[in-house]
């Protein structure tokens, strides 16, 4: 079969990660469609392929676009990645990350689609128990986004074992960075992840960065973790796709560069990496964060011929720093 004869389905593809992997599929030839709702994404990513709008939550919307199109492939990026919202609203991360992701399965199996990339995370591991993680260390996520991730995880491999069903598991490791070319990079609303918010505090569109907890049992006491490009998670995607489109079994990898940097780190480089002073603030650990998440990717490397691009943070940051500075709106001076 001609992998690009069929479309490939974006579930979530105007989001950060979907964008870069629907840029990346589009630049290998392949026909894609995005669906979004936009509770998360933006039009203004949605420059590749074709795209219908609608909600994993209505299985009619659902149906009617499995009726328009005939897929080789589904891959899944809508879920909620807030892990403190998680916390405090569980039933918004039950509801879109498990129902809505079986509401997509479903209309999948009714029309005979069998082929799934999911965006699983490292935050089914927990705390890890040792360092880096292998995919084979024990599943105990210590918070309901990482446990909405680890029952999907549960019910693809039920239904790899029960039904036609074959699926991939990418459990990513911190993603960061932007397309090199800054078509699309990272834009949430609000921001909470790190390196977007310590380029703000470089730009100057907040007063601070805040580390939150410096007593961790780390090298200099903040959280260590391990960052990962977007563009080399698009291209573990594809490689991923690839090998289900060959006839390939249902498998699960970690994506990360095997390399942890602490949050002091992260500021210190991106500090040389803007030129900027960046103002830092210690404040008390926010709940849930693990010490220390370092990936061992090896089997994704072994399997999947895959080896990141922009393994050093350096080059990780100077990309989301180029993006920053077009989203916000200052010009860049190279
Ligand atoms: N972090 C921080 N200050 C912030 C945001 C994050 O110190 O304003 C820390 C956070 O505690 C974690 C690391 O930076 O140890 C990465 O957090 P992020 O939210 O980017 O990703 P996560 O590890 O939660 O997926």
């Known amino acids: 079969m001609n992998p690009a004869s069929e479309p490939i389905l974006i579930v979530g593809g105007a989001g950060y990660i979907g964008s870069h992997i629907n840029k990346g599929?589009?630049?290998?030839?392949?026909?894609?469609?995005?669906?979004d709702n936009f509770s998360c994404g933006h039009r203004e990513?949605?420059?590749w392929g074709e795209f219908v709008e609608g909600d994993l939550a209505d299985v009619g919307q659902i149906r009617g676009l499995f009726a328009q199109y005939r897929f080789a492939a589904v891959m899944?990026?809508?879920?909620?990645?807030?892990?403190?919202?998680?916390?405090?609203?569980p039933a918004k991360y039950y509801a879109n990350n498990v129902t809505n992701t079986l509401n997509l399965l479903n209309v999948m199996r009714e029309n005979t689609v069998n082929k799934f990339i999911f965006s699983s995370s490292a935050a089914t591991y927990g705390d890890p128990v040792?360092?880096?993680?292998?995919?084979t260390h024990p599943l105990a996520p210590i918070n309901p986004y990482g446990r909405t991730k680890l029952m999907v995880e549960n019910i693809l491999a039920d239904y790899s074992s029960a039904y036609d069903v074959r699926y991939t598991a990418l459990r990513y490791f911190n993603a960061a960075g932007a397309d090199p070319e800054t078509e699309v990079g990272e834009w949430h609303d609000p921001e909470t992840h790190l390196i977007p918010l310590v380029l703000d505090a470089a730009l100057g569109t907040r007063k601070n960065i805040q580390i939150y907890g410096t007593d961790y049992d780390t090298p200099d006491g903040t959280c260590v973790r391990?960052?990962?490009h977007v563009a080399d998670l698009a291209d573990a995607h594809?490689?991923?796709?690839?090998?289900?489109?060959r006839g390939e079994g249902s498998a699960v990898f970690n994506l990360g560069n095997g390399k942890g940097f602490s949050v002091r780190e992260v500021i210190d480089i991106a500090g040389k990496v803007t030129g900027r002073n960046i103002p830092v603030i210690e404040t008390d650990r926010r709940p849930g964060d693990p010490a220390v998440l370092i990936a061992d990717a090896k089997k994704a490397e072994s399997v999947l011929g895959w080896r990141p691009r922009y393994p050093g943070l350096d080059a990780i940051i100077e990309s989301a720093w180029k993006w920053h500075r077009k989203l916000f709106g200052e010009k860049a001076e190279d």
């Open 130 to 135: 040792e360092t880096p993680i292998t995919e």
């Open 45 to 47: 990513f949605l420059k």
């Open 76 to 89: 899944h990026f809508s879920a909620f990645t807030y892990v403190g919202e998680s916390v405090s609203d």
């Open 238 to 245: 594809i490689r991923a796709l690839e090998r289900l489109l």
């Open 226 to 228: 391990d960052y990962i």
């Open 25 to 35: 599929l589009s630049g290998q030839g392949y026909r894609t469609v995005v669906f």
